[in-house]
Structures are given as C-alpha cells and as structure tokens.
C-alpha cells in the first residue's frame, strides 16, 4: 500500500512536470514568433499538456479506488464480508458448491506485483529523458527555423514518440492496476473460498440451501389469467393482427372508428380536399419545374413556360388552390365539430369550392398568358379573378357565422376563434390590396408589404392554428395544454403580425418609422409564437408515447418544430443587420418553404390523414403515408439548409462588394442543384400522398370485407323475402 | 368571458382590431405616400414605347428576379449613385382597369437590380442579343431565353432590326433573327431605367454601413494595384467577352486590336470615356460611355486598360493613373460641345 501511494505522487509529479514545462516552452515561442510552425508547435504541445493531465487524471482515480478498496477491507470484519458474499452467490453457484463440498480442492496464488511495478517506473522514466529530449531540441532552435517546412515536418515527427510514449504510459497503468485489483479479489475469492470449505458449517448450508430454493422459485405464469381459455366477452380486444410477420416498417395504430359524419358534408370535404391534393400535386410539378431552371435554364424556349410567368403560377396554385382549399375542407370539419351543429349550409359550401376553383384555374391561365396584376407578389391574380377568390371567402365567413351562431355550445371553441378571425381577415387583406384608392407610387409598395405577409400570418397561419387547436387534442386523445395561452396567442398575433408587413422593405424608401414599426413586431411576434408551440408541445406530455404508434401526430409535431423554429427565423431575419446579408438573396425562398411547407403544410397533412378515415372508412397504407412523411421533411430540409448557406455566403459576397455580380450567380450553383434535389423529393412525397388519399377514397381493406359479407347478407335475405 | 361567449362580439372585436391596425400600418401611410410625393422635376417621364416595353416587363415577370430599389446601404452603391426615395417611384399610377400600379422594387436579386440599367448597359444591340439568349454574351447567365419575342425571316426589310445571333445559338433555324416590336419595346423600357439626379441644391441621403475602405479594396478608387481583371468582368465583359474576342458582328474584339495596341493611349481614354461609334459601318453597335456613365476613376480605367493592354496575347506600353487622369481631363473638354 505504502508502496502504491508512493507511486502515485512520484507519477503526478512527473507528469505535472512535464506539463509545465511545456507550457512555458510554449509561452516562450508564442514570444518569438506566430506563424505556422509555432501555432503548429503550440497546438501539438497544448495536445501533450492535455494527455498528461488526462493520465495523471486517471492514475490519481485509480489509486483512490484501490485505496477505498483497502481501506474498506481493513475495516471490515471477514465474517461481515464473507456473509455479503454468500448473499450474492447465484443458484448455478450455490448448487456447484453443494456438489463438490466434500473436495478439498487447493489453490494457490502467487503474483509478482514487482514486475508490473517495474515496468511503471521504466516507462515514466524513459518518457522523462524522451520529454526531455525533445524539449531540450526546439529552444536550441532559433524562432527563424519555425517557419520551415522540413523543421516543421521533423519537430512533428519528433513528437509522435512522445506521444506514443504517454499513450504507452496511460495502457501500462492501467494494466497494472487492473492486474492489482485482479491479485487483491484472487486474494479475497481464496480466503472466501476457505471460509466455505473450513468449518462444514451447518448453519451455512441451510442458509444456502435456502437461498437456492428462493433463487429458483417462477411464476406459473398464470396467477392472473387463470387456467381457463381466453374470451374477450366485453369487445375489448380490437386491431387484432392475426398474420404478424416481421415488420418491414413499425405498425402503427389504425383510425378509431367515431359517429359518422353526415356523407353530404363528407362528400363536400373530400372534394376540397380532392382538389386540394390535384392543385398540390400541379403546383409544386410546376416548382419543381422552376427548380430545374435555375440548374438548365435552357430546358425550353416557351413563352408559357418561362421562368417569370411560372413563378406566380407555382406560387399562387400551391396558396390558393392546395393550402387553401385544404385549409377550407378541414374548416368545414371542424366548425360545425365544435359548435355540435349541422352546417348552416351546405350549398354555399360547394359554392365556395366552385369559386376559389375557377380562380385558380383561371388565374393560372392568365399569368401563364402573361396576364399579371403588375407584379406584386402573391397577388398576382387580376382583380377579377381575385374577385372569384374573394366571394369564395365571403360565402365562407356567412356559412362559418351561421353555423357558428347556431351551436349547441355555450363557448366558442378556441378552434373557431382562429378560423373565423382567419376568414375575416383574408377578405380585408384581399380587399386592402385590391382597392385602387391608395396604390399609387410608394404606396403600391406599402401595400404590397403588408399583404404579402398578412396573407400568409393572418390567412394561412391562423386559419391552420385554429385547425391544429382541434384535431392536435383529439389525436392524442386529452384536452389541449392552456386554453389560455391559445387565447393569449390569438390576441397577440393579431397585435404583432398586422404590423411586420413592411420588413420585407427594410433599407427601402419606405418611411423609417414604419420600418421600423415592422422590425419591433417582428420581435413582439415571440408572443404569440412561444405561447403557440409551447401550448401545443405541453398538450403532448404524459402523451408522447403516443407518437411513435401513431401516424397522424408526427405530421403535427414537425409543423409544431417548424411553427417555433420558422417563425422565430423570419424574426431574426428582419432586424436590419440581417437584412443586410439575407435580404434579396434565396435565403427569402428558403424561409417562406420553411414557413409554408414544413407548417402549413404538414399541419394541413396531419388534419387530412386524421379526417378522411373518419369521412370514409378507409385509411391510407402506413408504408406510404411513412414515404409521404419522411420525403417530405428530408426533402424539405435538403431543399432549405443549402439555400440557407449559399445565400448567406452569397450575402457576405455582396456586402464585401469586391467581385463582380455575376460571381455570386455562379457561386449559388451548387446549393440551385441541392434545392432542386430537396425539391424533388418534396414532389416525390406529394406524388406518395396523392396516391394515399386515392387509397383512403377508394382502399379496400378487411372492415370492407366485413361490411361487404353483411351487405351480402341483406341482399340475400332480401331476396329471399320477395321470393317468398 | 361572457364577452368572447357571444359570436358576434368576439368577431366583431377581433375585426375592428385587426382594421385599426390595418389603417394605422398601411392604408394611412400608403395614401399619405401616395399623396405627399411627386415625380422629381429633372424627372423623364417614360416614352410611349418605354411604357410598352414596361408592360412586357410586367407581363414575363422579370420582377421575380431584378429588383428596382438602390437601397441606402453601402452595399447597394452598385447599383446606383444614391439610395432611391419615394420619389422616385412617384410616376408610377394604376397601369389600366384591369391592372394595379407597378412599382417594381421586386424581392429578389436573382439577376442585376436594374435601377440604373439604361445608364449602366445603354446599347440596344446588346440588349437585343441578350434578351434572344442571354448565354450568348453572359456565358454563366441564368437568365430564360426571350426568344418569343424575336422573328426569323430570310427576306429582311429595311426597317427591320436585325439581331447579332452566333450560328449555334439559331438551333437550326434560318434567315436573319429580327427584334419584334415588343423585343424593342422592352430595350426601350430597359434603356430608360436611370436614376434622376436630384435638383440642385438638395442634399443625397446617405448610404449607411460604410465599411472603411482597405487600402487593397478593389472598392477603392485610390488603391493603385487595382484588380483590372475584376473590373474588366464588371465593366466590360458582357460585350466584349472573357476571352476578349468579342461578339463577331456586335462586338469588336479587344484582342489585336489596333486601338488596345497602341503605345499612345489617347483613343483608347476617349472611347472608354466618350462612347465610340467609328465602326457602326462594319456592323458593331455603338459604344457607350461606360467610363463616364459609371464614374470610373482615373485608377480605374487604367487598371482597366492595363489589363486590356496585356490579356489575351496583348503586349503593349501600359499607362499609368497619372498619365490617364491627364488624358480623361483632355478628352472631358474635347467632348463638350464648342
């Protein structure tokens, strides 16, 4: 013992010795000169310093533990420890010592602990005079050399022996404590082995014996279930999988079956969103399309198809005809869900698909014409097929009233707060930007600011917030978090975002004061968005089990992500510092698909796959509903991640002002080829949830088996009435 | 709350607070903006053809990738010689029934901001070429192709404007490449994009974020090893190419040529500084004049030359800033009209 201790300090002394040595070596030649040989030198010596203290680290925890372990077997008494050890002897054990108790079998251990010892010393010590060698080597040599590859090169290869040398060091030590600590239990294991054999204890035999057969005790396996076969005579037992095989992909939880929903309002929601998923699937071909050209922008020669005029087509087709009437078809879900009433009527909803419809086909056609509204982005719809869009929302907002008004409820469902303020809102936006009496000059421009963000804070945004109060609770089957931070977050969304329109101007000749304006509520948008997500992240707990068995609620926690994460982004991309790198560049793009893709869009996916089910009857493959969802993130983030970078890079390449434009073109080229790979498989997973919602129309799977041999039934009984 | 129980106050609420805010943060400072400013009075109101050529504009959406905004940070001095104000932007009225005002100042800067484009690019010749392929004189453009708005024809008119269209830019098609009147509507749109100086007396509003200027900045008007080569890709290039060869019929080359060659640098100044259009006979469109138009400084233009003077197998005497500050202050008052 006295011996180990000794060890120990002459170790850490060397070590530390060592360590400070080099240290001040390093001191002294970050003195002379800086450049890459001392940086090299100073690193290679900081890794040395490192290693010692770690050895020196671990010699000094080891030698504690070896001393505990002596200590403690001074104190305690044999027969105390070896009682400890009989508790712990296993079954196998026990009954092998039974057997061969009546042996006396003679073991003897002998080690030498000098060798390892030994060999320690050796090894410290020649690291000593290496260290020393190698340090004596350097300070000899003048500052001027370090400069030099080959000195460089020498120096480093110098070093390698060293460091071999204390890694060597750091192997040795620990064998030989490991080697101590296996002499100290041989030393234990001998004299317990004694203290068994020795006395023939009958006391100890039948503790063993007594030990042996509590050991061995099991359970019958059914002290709970009984002997009888099972029944489930209550139905519990549901979902039965009665062909497992090896899951290629984990099951999840099939749909619960609810009440049904009256098949006209069923029809009219599978046909918004029908063609939601049909203006979908287009839309973002024709963005795919987009992202294709900015790679090969000689793909075609067709005035229709040009790169100017297809950019509001993609942009307008995937708001207007895909978020937007998907939005529409869960709302003419939900509303009338909350309320427990009947929609008002179900004639304006169809009316309302009928319209915002035509818009978007017309519309499309008359941009791909060359018919635009003058540029303004996301209103690039003339007024009069704007008008279509806006008399969709207007039948809308009377429909939602009326059935609103004739709930059964005594509150308003949060849910309906937002969808309703949501409609209201987008008809004054439309109204707002279409209203001829203040766009002239600068003040097209103010316009533009703020509807071009009101559109997607004040339409898209509440209208799916409202939609995720719903149908989030209801997947995970328990109430949301905080009624209150729902309604907190609704007040002050419409406080802050009604008034960052113009942080899409900054540095522009917009009047300061309104820049600045749209800076602070860009900040103030914390609010609503911590309050937003942190409610909906609280409604998960004691639920998040759920998740992996489920294949709705993973489409609305990458929204909830996306929701914290691409709102605080568009915060942080209005203060004017960052408007200076990001402004203008493709990280703008990036942005609005993080907003519009991984939150409206996945919210909007995640309500559709928990409704249609309910609508029809059938659920969708989980194979591709898993394609669908992992497509769409990977493809999401392979599209926005590089974009990011490259526009920052390209930002900073504008700011520094030193190379010529056309450089930051040909700079972006590679993250223009990863956007359009992330693009394709966004479209890939479009093409997955197309096919799944075809599935959930038109699916057949076992219930439709059953419900078919029932109809069977009828018919036959039927038939055999009337012949009768 | 009984208050938010009753749908038609809760609605009712949340739309006055919402249209409260609406007026306060764009209608009211929109039609104040739109009321309180005018075109400036040195101002030219666009042509008739320019205002034509600003509907194609609209109609291919070139905003989505060229903004029209110099905005007043430092950063933005490219693109103009002052940070743009609202009354620049105070000509713009609602284009017809059908369709809102077009202001333009775009979001995106995919391409050039164009706010000075008819001053910084004012040749017709080779916004024609660009617009029918604009890879034809920017190898690495991305920009569509508008060939839509050109014509082939074998038998060509006089009042025809024909284009400068290498053979294999034609892809099998024959004849000469006419402009369209679009096509020459648009260039004049593009042509009359320029900054109007503001009248005398009132003072540029600054651009912000200066960075200080290194002495090695290329930025730097004073730094004497200025990287001509850098300039040359800025100022020159897309007409007379990386290669220095030109644009056969459009374009002279600058390799071999007689003016690049010369030991006495004056012509070479005078064309850098005046425009040149000696050479319209042979075909090539007429220069503009990029020194002036885009305030280059005596440094500038000699890096410029420098490396004129000895690119592409180019060897000739190279001049220095002195020598050419002397030239530019000569050839300033040979071109003022007597």
């Known amino acids: 013992m006295e011996n180990l201790t000794r060890l120990k300090k002459l170790s850490l002394t060397i070590i530390l010795g060592t360590g400070f040595k080099a240290s001040l070596y390093a001191q002294t030649v970050a003195n002379t000169k800086s450049n890459i040989g001392t940086w090299l030198i100073l690193c290679l010596l ?32 044999e027969n105390n420890r070896f009682k400890k050890y009989l508790n712990t002897l296993d079954s196998k054990q026990i009954e092998t010592f039974l057997k061969i108790k009546n042996n006396k079998p003679k073991n003897v251990f002998s080690y030498k602990s000098i060798k390892s010892i030994c060999i320690l010393f050796l090894i410290t010590f020649l690291s000593t005079i290496n260290n020393n060698l190698v340090f004596a080597q350097p300070t000899t040599t003048p500052a001027s050399l370090l400069s030099e590859w080959g000195i460089i090169i020498t120096i480093v290869l110098i070093f390698i022996p060293v460091f071999a040398g204390i890694i060597f060091m750091l192997v040795k030590i620990t064998s030989f404590f490991k080697k101590y600590q296996k002499l100290q239990d041989t ?112 793909v075609d020669h067709v005035s229709w198809l040009s790169f100017g005029r297809l950019r509001p087509v993609h942009t307008n087709m995937v708001f207007w005809g895909w978020a937007s009437l998907g939005m529409l078809g869960l709302g003419h879900y939900v509303v009338p869900k909350v309320g427990n009433t009947p929609l008002a009527s179900l004639k304006m909803g169809w009316y309302t698909l009928y319209f915002v419809n035509a818009s978007v086909i017309f519309g499309t056609i008359s941009l791909m014409a060359g018919i635009n509204n003058g540029g303004g982005e996301y209103r690039e719809y003339i007024w009069p097929i704007a008008l279509l869009l806006a008399i969709g929302l207007v039948l809308t907002l009377i429909n939602f009233i009326k059935t609103i008004a004739n709930r ?53 945004m509440m209208f799916t917030l409202g939609i995720v109060y719903y149908f989030l609770p209801q ?44 800076i602070v509520g860009s900040t103030g948008m914390l609010i609503p968005v911590a309050a937003g997500s942190t409610n909906f992240i609280l409604t998960f707990k004691g639920a998040w089990y759920k998740v992996p068995s489920s294949y709705t609620l993973p489409f609305f926690l990458v929204g909830i992500i996306f929701y914290f994460t691409g709102s605080l982004q568009g915060t942080a991309e209005a203060f004017k510092s960052t408007n200076l790198i990001w402004h203008f560049t493709d990280f703008t793009v990036a942005h609005s698909h993080i907003a519009m893709y991984g939150i409206i869009c996945f919210f909007i996916w995640a309500g559709i796959y928990a409704v249609v089910p309910r609508l029809t009857g059938k659920e969708a493959p989980q194979v591709t509903v898993g394609a669908h969802f992992w497509l769409a993130l990977i493809g999401l983030l392979f599209y926005s991640v590089p974009l990011m970078y490259g526009s920052t890079l390209k930002g900073l390449m504008w700011v520094e002002g030193e190379k010529p434009f056309i ?26 949830f197309a096919y799944n919602f075809y599935k959930m129309l ?26 009768l | 709350m009984e208050f938010f129980n009753n749908h038609k106050t809760l609605f009712l609420t949340a739309f006055l607070l919402f249209l409260v805010l609406t007026i306060f943060v764009c209608i009211q400072p929109a039609i104040k903006n739109q009321n309180n400013n005018a075109p400036l009075p040195n101002a030219i109101a666009l042509s008739d053809d320019a205002v034509k050529g600003k509907a194609i504009f609209i109609k291919e959406g070139c905003v989505a990738c060229h903004t029209q905004q110099v905005r007043n940070v430092d950063m933005d001095k490219v693109w103009g010689s002052r940070p743009s104000i609202a009354a620049d932007y105070a000509a713009n009225l609602r284009t017809d029934i059908w369709r809102n005002t077009a202001t333009l100042m775009g979001t995106e800067r995919t391409g050039p901001d164009l706010t000075n484009i008819g001053l910084r690019q004012p040749s017709q010749a080779w916004h024609l070429t660009h617009l029918f392929n604009p890879r034809i004189v920017v190898k690495e453009s991305i920009m569509p192709s508008y060939k839509w708005l050109f014509n082939a024809k074998e038998l060509v008119l006089k009042t025809d404007v024909i284009v400068n269209v290498p053979e294999e830019y034609l892809a099998g098609e024959t004849g000469k490449v006419i402009a369209t009147d679009d096509a020459l509507y648009l260039v004049a749109y593009l042509q009359s994009l320029q900054q109007t100086k503001l009248p005398d007396g009132t003072p540029e509003p600054d651009f912000l974020y200066k960075k200080p200027l290194t002495t090695n900045s290329n930025q730097n008007p004073s730094n004497p090893n200025l990287d001509g080569a850098a300039l040359y890709v800025t100022h020159c290039q897309a007409c007379h190419q990386a290669d220095g060869e030109g644009l056969k019929g459009a374009f002279p080359p600058l390799k071999g040529s007689k003016i690049v060659l010369d030991n006495n640098p004056e012509l070479m100044v005078d064309i850098i500084m005046n425009g040149y259009a000696g050479r319209v006979k042979e075909g090539y ?54």
Request: no cysteine; net charge positive.
């Open chain 1, 46 to 77: 900081t890794a040395i310093v490192l290693l010692t203290l770690i050895v020196a680290y671990r010699l000094s925890i080891k030698t504690n533990e070896v001393r505990k372990t002596a200590r403690k077997a001074e104190n305690d008494t």
């Open chain 1, 187 to 298: 030393h234990e294991a001998k004299q317990f082995a004694e203290y068994l054999n020795n006395p023939l204890d009958a006391e100890v035999e039948t503790t063993l014996l007594k030990r042996k057969k509590a050991l061995d005790y099991t359970l019958t396996h059914n002290e709970l279930a009984g002997n009888l076969t099972a029944d489930d005579d209550k139905g519990l037992l549901q979902q039965v999988n009665t062909h497992a095989s090896l899951p290629f992909v984990s099951l999840k939880k099939k749909a619960l079956g609810r009440y049904a929903v009256e098949p006209d309002l069923a029809k009219l929601i599978l046909w918004f969103i029908g063609t939601a998923t049909f203006w979908l699937v287009l839309g973002t071909s024709v963005g795919e399309y987009l992202g294709i050209k900015f790679v090969a922008p000689d």
């Open chain 1, 408 to 460: 059964t409820t005594k509150e308003i469902y949060i849910s309906n707060w937002y969808i309703v303020a949501a409609t209201i809102f987008a008809i004054v936006i439309t109204l707002v930007a279409y209203l001829p009496f203040w766009q002239n000059g600068l003040g097209e421009t103010i316009v533009q600011g703020y509807y071009m963000h009101q559109g997607v804070g004040m339409w898209f």
């Open chain 1, 475 to 518: 997947q995970l089957n328990k109430p949301i978090y905080s009624y209150s931070l729902g309604i907190l977050a609704f007040w002050a969304q419409i406080i802050f975002y009604t008034l960052i329109g113009t942080h899409h101007f900054v540095f522009s000749a917009i009047p300061w004061w309104l820049q600045t304006i749209a």
């Open chain 1, 663 to 688: 450089e930051s073109v040909v700079f972006m080229a590679p993250y223009w080829l990863w956007r359009a790979i992330g693009g394709s498989l966004m479209w890939l997973s479009h093409l997955f």
């Open chain 1, 698 to 723: 038109s699916g057949s799977n076992v219930n439709n088996v059953n419900e078919m041999a029932i109809q069977n039934l009828n018919k036959f009984y039927a038939s055999a009435d009337t012949t």
């Open chain 2, 285 to 338: 469109a007429v220069m503009a004049a990029v020194g002036t138009n885009n305030n280059l400084t005596a440094n500038q233009v000699a890096a410029i030359m420098n490396h004129e003077k000895t690119s592409w197998g180019n060897n000739s005497l190279k001049v220095t800033p002195t020598q050419v500050q002397k030239l530019m202050d000569f050839v300033k008052i040979k071109s003022k009209p007597q």
